[in-house]
């Protein structure tokens, strides 16, 4: 692999799971580690870019070199990938986003309910991938598939909806591929490009091949 290939480049990367609060102690949120995101910011430092990471949910300590912004909410993570997009050169949807909040969070810790059930209102969250593709300028945007049936199908679909230059497509039914592992077997669909299948890896090295594989889209 080439080095050096991103220097002059600022990278900025959503990774770990979002949490929406449901009152003061509870939560929903969603089984991400970070280890993709994490990864992608490790492997755009060593090709010398200038690396953002912002970080909902994750047990991984800060990235050297890597100026880490931590968040919560779908809500947060928007307002702050839109804050970055204009000083961007490419924009990495890492982050597991929910899809849903609680309409209004309950400023006092929820009761156990006299009728034995609980009814949570939820409202969609901002699709933010979708955001920052309407948005974007010259910027490159990358975002994530993470599918069980279908693969390509939908992700091509993501791709084109959501006005992304790059989707990372993985099957998250199979053994050692997604959520938690620190192995991934992608496939890179692109706008121009015929899918490249990548082999089992550790997340490092996918993450290593998207970086080479970003650096010759934009250079
Ligand atoms: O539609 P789906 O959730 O499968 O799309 C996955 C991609 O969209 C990921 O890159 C994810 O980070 C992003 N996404 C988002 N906002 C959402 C849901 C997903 O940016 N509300």
Redesign the pocket.
């Known amino acids: 692999q080439q080095v050096g290939v991103l220097k002059g480049k600022h990278v900025v990367i959503?990774a770990g799971g979002?949490v929406e609060p449901i009152d003061p102690v509870r939560y929903i949120s969603n089984r991400s580690s970070g280890k993709m995101g994490y990864a992608l910011a490790q492997a755009a430092v060593e090709q010398g870019a200038q690396v953002t990471l912002v970080s909902a949910t994750t047990t991984l300590p800060d990235p050297i070199g890597v100026k880490t912004i931590h968040i919560q909410s779908?809500q947060d993570?928007?307002d702050q990938?839109i804050a970055a997009l204009p000083e961007a050169d490419v924009m990495?949807?890492?982050?597991?986003?929910?899809?849903y909040r609680m309409g209004e969070p309950a400023t006092n810790k929820l009761k156990k309910q006299e009728s034995g059930q609980l009814t949570l209102t939820l409202v969609?969250?901002?699709?933010?991938?979708?955001?920052?593709g309407a948005m974007k300028e010259q910027q490159y945007l990358?975002?994530?598939?993470?599918?069980t049936q279908n693969l390509l199908t939908?992700a091509q679909k993501?791709l084109v909806k959501?006005n992304?230059d790059m989707?990372?497509a993985n099957d998250v039914s199979k053994d050692q591929v997604g959520f938690g592992y620190d192995t991934n077997q992608v496939t890179i669909l692109t706008k121009n490009h015929e899918p490249q299948v990548l082999p089992l890896q550790s997340k490092l090295a996918v993450a290593r091949e998207v970086m080479q594989k970003i650096s010759k889209a934009i250079n």
């Open positions: 959503s979002t779908a993570l928007s990938m990495i949807m890492a982050a597991a986003v929910s899809d969609e969250n901002p699709d933010i991938l979708a955001q920052l990358v975002g994530f598939a993470a599918e939908y993501k959501k992304a989707l990372i």
